[in-house]
Nanobody, 122 residues
Framework: QLQASGGGSVQAGGSLRLSCTASERTFSVHSVGWFRQAPGKEHEFVAAINWWGGDTYEADSVKGRFTISRDNAKNTVYLQMNSLRSEDTAVYFC?????????????????WGQGTQVTVSS
């Protein structure tokens, strides 16, 4: 089971750090991705990290602003979001995958968290 947290309301230019935590030890051997969904839109890939943390992937829309990292000792993956914009407003979901490729696609993921709301006001 995945638990996403850290969402909230910030002004444009602000920062938030999202956390994705799992209770299972097998989390450390799963790749983890963050997706977001704005009202009326489909899930959009944001960032992903493979299970050992050696490779990270970010959507073009967040490159240079968002950073994904993980601490396997804490069974937690983080998404540091800086220079937030109003278009970043969405519900953010974390998901876990037993794969190390295809991580930009929702189909690669087996487990999903419940989502955390991020609202950025301009």
């Amino acid at each position: 089971q995945l638990q996403a947290s850290g969402g909230g309301s910030v002004q444009a230019g602000g920062s938030l750090r999202l956390s994705c935590t799992a209770s299972e030890r097998t989390f450390s051997v799963h790749s983890v991705g963050w997706f977001r969904q704005a009202p009326g839109k489909e899930h959009e890939f944001v960032a992903a990290i493979n299970w050992w943390g050696g490779d990270t992937y970010e959507a073009d829309s967040v490159k240079g602003r968002f950073t994904i990292s993980r601490d396997n000792a804490k069974n937690t993956v983080y998404l540091q979001m800086n220079s937030l914009r109003s278009e970043d407003t969405a519900v953010y979901f974390c998901a876990a995958s037993p794969n190390s490729d295809g991580l930009t696609n929702t189909n690669a993921y087996t487990y999903w968290g419940q989502g955390t709301q991020v609202t950025v006001s301009s």
